[in-house]
């Protein structure tokens, strides 16, 4: 398997963008972040956020082509797990679009999040080592994609919690929104302290933040929600 990884790293990093723009190019299923669009909830991103996606791919697509083309063997440690990250991610994406069952696409989460924070972690473990564009490849990959689904899960338990319950998308706002930023604080905690140490993991996790003290500002209305988030950030 490890002679044929850089490839299977490479087709990854193509097959991701394109799962996920699988319902908007063939019309088929439900684009991804379509079902909560126009739902006004208070612990959601504004959608121009997500497009930190793109910067993912291409950081894990550069990974795959720089492991291709001059591959040291420290680098099939950080891309097994990332392959593994990229394959979840892709059926992820393609459950969202296509079954679009809020409690499955929460559940097909943690396996990316596992995955890359694995990944994470073993490049974390590679600064003894010294310095290199290819490990500074790696981290960047890694962390961003940890960073990011961190933000993903955050995001989804207050939509799983509505699937179950009668909870409507702006009842109980302070709650979903603390329920989302302590998920994120919490795994912020961890990953400092037991993964890595790289700052990619915070800039993604922080450029969710973001998009939500910027959802409840311009969106929602709800200012002291942005206020609030602004002041954890």
């Not at 492991?67 to 991610?89: H, T």
């Not at 393609?94 to 972690?121: H, K, R, T, V, Y």
């Amino acid at each position: 398997m490890k002679k044929h990884l850089p490839l299977i790293i490479l087709l990854f990093g193509i097959l991701q963008p394109l799962s996920g723009a699988l319902a908007p190019a063939l019309g088929i299923g439900t684009p991804i972040g379509n079902a909560t669009r126009d739902m006004t909830l208070p612990e959601q991103p504004l959608p121009v956020f997500f497009s930190i996606w793109s910067v993912i791919f291409l950081g894990y697509f550069l990974f795959g082509l720089a492991y291709w083309r001059a591959g040291e063997p420290w680098m099939d440690r950080i891309a097994i797990p990332l392959a593994w990250a990229g394959l979840f991610n892709i059926v992820w994406m393609l459950s969202a679009q296509l079954i679009a069952s809020q409690p499955l696409d929460f559940l097909l989460l943690f396996p990316i999040a596992i995955a890359a924070w694995i990944a994470a972690w073993r490049a974390d473990s590679l600064r003894e080592m010294g310095w290199s564009p290819k490990k500074a490849l790696a981290d960047f990959a890694s962390a961003m994609l940890s960073g990011w689904i961190t933000v993903a899960v955050a995001i989804s338990i207050p939509l799983t919690l509505r699937t179950f319950t009668d909870i409507g998308a702006t009842d109980f706002p302070w709650q979903m929104l603390w329920i989302t930023l302590v998920t994120a604080c919490l795994a912020a905690w961890m990953f400092a302290r037991y993964i890595s140490r790289s700052w990619w993991y915070f800039i993604a996790l922080a450029w969710g933040v973001m998009g939500i003290v910027l959802n409840n500002w311009l969106v929602t209305g709800m200012h002291w929600l942005a206020i609030m988030s602004a002041i954890v950030l």
